[in-house]
């Protein structure tokens, strides 16, 4: 089982609609999970980091943590083509550790 | 700031070659990762240093494979000899090492002919 899961997609939603991806992870320790954007060719720049069950937003995003089911979702509100792009989650396993694993990504693709 | 620098970002070269990509973090963080991103296996962890010390070096693939930090602010990841699988994109982060942000540089695309 890989530690950090992913549906790879391609994810297609039209534009405006939400957009759902989600990641689950095999360390019931993990403290951290972050969600990080990659457009083709570039660096994976941060969106949105939570640390406790819930939901988190910021804007037309919304993080979703479920620690007992050992998941992370991200939606995405109002899509734009501008969103499209691969989403990856990251997982901070193990407290006390700062070694961030990377599942393979979601390509998410917003329709004009 | 000018944010984690990579070099080269381009390279390209044939197997068996010694290839040495280098990084500059971001000046005051001191934690420093190597990624390797393949479109089959995704972002793959390689080593990560904490204070110049490396921590985690369970995800370098082999012994042909090395990294070193001399310093806070340059380090490099070393392929001697290098094969066609390791062609790749390799990244190299930052952070501060409190579980914040990861900063990517631009990455080095190596092509192992």
């Known amino acids: 089982q890989k530690e950090v899961e992913q549906n790879s997609g391609p994810l297609s939603v039209p534009e405006g609609a939400i957009a759902s991806l989600n990641c689950t992870y095999s360390?019931?320790?993990?403290?951290?999970f972050f969600w990080y954007r990659q457009y083709s060719g570039k660096s994976p720049e941060l969106i949105m980091f939570?640390?406790?069950?819930g939901d988190k937003e910021d804007g037309r995003f919304t993080a979703q943590l479920n620690k007992a089911s050992q998941y992370v979702s991200l939606l995405i509100r109002d899509s734009q083509p501008s969103d499209s792009a691969t989403y990856l989650c990251?997982?901070?396993?193990?407290?006390?550790?700062?070694?961030?694993?990377f599942g393979t990504g979601t390509r998410l693709k917003v329709l004009a | 700031d000018a944010g984690v620098i990579q070099s080269p970002r381009h390279e390209v070269t044939e197997m068996g070659q010694e290839v040495t990509l280098r990084c500059k973090p971001i000046?005051?963080?001191?934690?420093l990762f190597w990624y390797r991103q393949t479109m089959m296996r995704g972002l793959e962890l390689l080593i990560y240093?904490?204070?110049?010390?490396?921590?985690?070096d369970s995800g370098m693939p082999e012994d042909r494979f090395s990294a070193k930090m001399p310093n806070a602010s340059f380090s490099t990841l070393k392929i001697q000899p290098s094969e066609p699988r390791d062609s790749a994109v390799y990244f190299c982060?930052?952070?501060?090492?409190?579980?914040?942000?990861?900063?990517f540089g631009e990455g080095s695309r190596l092509t192992v002919l």
């Open positions: 982060a930052s952070s501060t090492g409190v579980a914040g942000e990861l900063f």
């Open positions: 360390d019931r320790g993990s403290q951290s």
């Open positions: 939570i640390y406790s069950n």
């Open positions: 990251a997982v901070i396993p193990t407290s006390g550790t700062y070694k961030y694993i």
């Open positions: 000046s005051g963080h001191n934690s």
């Open positions: 240093f904490n204070n110049n010390v490396p921590i985690d």
